[in-house]
């Protein structure tokens, strides 16, 4: 079993939509939280980070942990044709900058 | 500013031969990771670095790979004796310091292809 679980999709929906993309993972010393978005033939780009508990807002994208149930949760409202990428969740343990990452959800916004 | 940079951007090879992938952190960044993703997957870790000295090579899968940092800048992965499964994109990232917190910048990957 992997130590974290992304649905791969691909997920389709219209624009304007709310989206909602999942991690679940296994290891509880997990302790910081990423979402990273990677456009086709890119390198990943950090688009937010958690460390508690709660949800955490940056304009159109929520995130939120759920760390009881080792369930985090990317929210885009108002989806845009431009978040059309694959979204990687990705977390680490206090022990420096080794990330885990899923597998990643590819999205499709379309217009 | 310049981004991460890696080089080259794609890379085809024969099995069996030694390939060396390139990667050129952002400027006074001390942090230095290399990653690779295969074909539908979330990128996985293989090994960083904090200045010259490797962290955690934890992720090198075989004695084939190894990675080098000699002045805390500029790193080189290298392959050798490539197999078909090395077949992936090679992730390079760095970051200001080697903490938990700070955000890692990803390079665009090299492509390799083992035929």
């Given amino acids: ?24 993972y296994s290891n509880s010393a997990f302790q910081y939280f990423m979402w990273y978005r990677q456009y086709s033939r890119k390198g990943p780009e950090l688009l937010m980070y958690t460390y508690s508990s709660g949800n955490k807002e940056d304009g159109r994208f929520t995130a939120q942990v759920d760390k009881s149930s080792k369930y985090i949760s990317l929210f ?4 845009q044709p431009s978040d059309s ?13 080794k990330l885990i990452f899923g597998q990643g959800t590819e999205l499709s916004v379309k217009p | 500013g310049a981004g991460v940079s890696q080089t080259p951007s794609n890379k085809v090879t024969e099995k069996g ?22 074909l539908g997957q979330g990128p996985e870790f293989l090994i ?25 800048s ?5 392959i ?14 760095s970051s200001l310091r080697l903490t938990n917190t700070d955000t890692q910048y990803f390079g665009p990957g090299t492509r390799l292809t083992v035929l």
Avoid at chain 1, 4 to 16: K, T
Avoid at chain 1, 76 to 79: E, G, M, P, T, V
Avoid at chain 2, 74 to 78: G, W
């Fill in chain 2, 80 to 93: 050798q004796r490539t197999e078909r499964g090395d077949s992936a994109v090679y992730l390079c990232a």
């Fill in chain 1, 76 to 79: 885009i409202r108002d989806s």
């Fill in chain 2, 17 to 38: 031969k030694y390939v060396e992938l390139r990667c050129d952190p952002i400027s006074g960044h001390t942090a230095l990771y290399w990653y690779r993703q295969s």
């Fill in chain 1, 1 to 24: 079993q992997k130590e974290v679980e992304q649905d791969p999709g691909p997920l389709s929906v219209p624009e304007g939509a709310i989206v909602s993309l999942n991690c679940t």
């Fill in chain 1, 85 to 97: 990428a694959t979204y990687l969740c990705a977390m680490n343990r206090n022990q420096g900058g």
């Fill in chain 2, 48 to 72: 960083y670095f904090q200045g010259t000295g490797a962290a955690d090579d934890s992720g090198l899968p075989n004695d084939r790979f190894f990675a080098v940092r000699p002045e805390g």
């Fill in chain 2, 74 to 78: 500029v790193s080189t992965l290298k």
